[in-house]
């Protein structure tokens, strides 16, 4: 599986929220190249349960920032937030059920990606709209 590439479309202009994003995108690189590299699962199972670890963290800090910042559908955000942690908490469970690590990555790219990109474009344009100084 190729590394999951961070591109400006994924950066919302906030430099915390942009910092965790390019940290969990690290992690999520750093799994893959465990899973190419067909190592230890226990490797893989200890830097999965990181990503997941800092996805929990991100949320927390991004609906505070949101809540904080006046960002009227925050509500429609935790929605999309909680439905994240379901899956990745789904995908831990099929860690230690040995699913294929590759199956495992490619649920969590597309979860992330839903999280990241399509969640949070609503408010990276509301960022925009009330002149948020950015990074």
Same mark, same amino acid.
């Given at each position: ?15 915390? &929220?942009?910092? *965790?994003? $390019?940290? =969990?995108?690290? #992690?999520?690189?750093?799994?893959? /190249? ?22 929990r963290k991100? &949320?927390?800090? *991004?609906? $505070?920032? =949101?809540?904080? #910042?006046?960002?009227?559908?925050? /509500? ?36 992330l ?10 408010f ?12």
């Amino acid at each position: 599986m190729k590394h999951f590439e961070l591109r400006d479309s994924f950066l919302i202009g906030h430099r915390q &929220i942009d910092a *965790e994003h $390019a940290h =969990m995108v690290k #992690l999520l690189n750093a799994c893959i /190249d465990i899973s190419n590299t067909n190592a230890n699962r226990a490797d893989f199972s200890t830097k999965f349960l990181e990503l997941g670890d800092a996805v929990r963290k991100h &949320i927390i800090n *991004e609906e $505070a920032i =949101m809540t904080e #910042l006046g960002y009227l559908n925050v /509500d429609t955000e935790i929605n999309v937030h909680e439905k994240g942690i379901q899956v990745f908490g789904e995908l831990v469970k099929d860690c230690r059920r040995n699913v294929s690590t590759e199956m495992i990555l490619k649920q969590a790219v597309c979860n992330l990606l839903e999280l990241m990109l399509k969640a949070d474009l609503g408010f990276k344009d509301y960022l925009h709209q009330t002149g948020y100084p950015g990074p």
